[in-house]
Nanobody, 124 residues
């Protein structure tokens, strides 16, 4: 059974930081492209960051320089380090996985596998 389980969300003040984790199990392996999406209330789900199995990472313009995606293939886990958080980063963050890199290149939320989401709230 394929599972993606996110953790690490919470409430943080503006300027603070959080580290999200996504543990993958089942058939998901190091050859999969992994990514993080987010969805704010009343808005569409948007791509935040992508990390292919062996290629370079890619970020949404809104998070470049503040967020860093990484993966530990020995633990089958992907991370999202989020620094200098701002209220506009408030959203539910979802981990996604797909063996097809082009799925993430569309920037549309059409990945094959999804986590349940973790809430990130940036507020004073």
């Amino acid at each position: 059974q394929v599972q993606l389980v996110e953790s690490g969300g919470g409430l943080v003040q503006p300027g603070g930081f959080l580290r999200l984790s996504c543990a993958a199990s089942g058939s998901i392996n190091s050859q999969y492209t992994m990514g993080w999406y987010r969805q704010a209330p009343g808005k569409q789900r948007e791509l935040v960051a992508v990390i292919p199995s062996g290629g370079s990472t890619n970020y949404a313009d809104a998070v470049k320089g503040r967020f860093t995606i990484s993966r530990d293939n020995t633990k089958n886990t992907v991370y999202l380090q989020m620094n200098s958080l701002a209220p506009e980063d408030t959203a539910v963050y979802y981990c996604a996985a797909d063996p097809r890199l082009w799925v993430f290149e569309t920037r549309k939320p059409i990945s094959e596998y999804w986590g349940q989401g973790t809430q990130v709230t940036v507020s004073s």
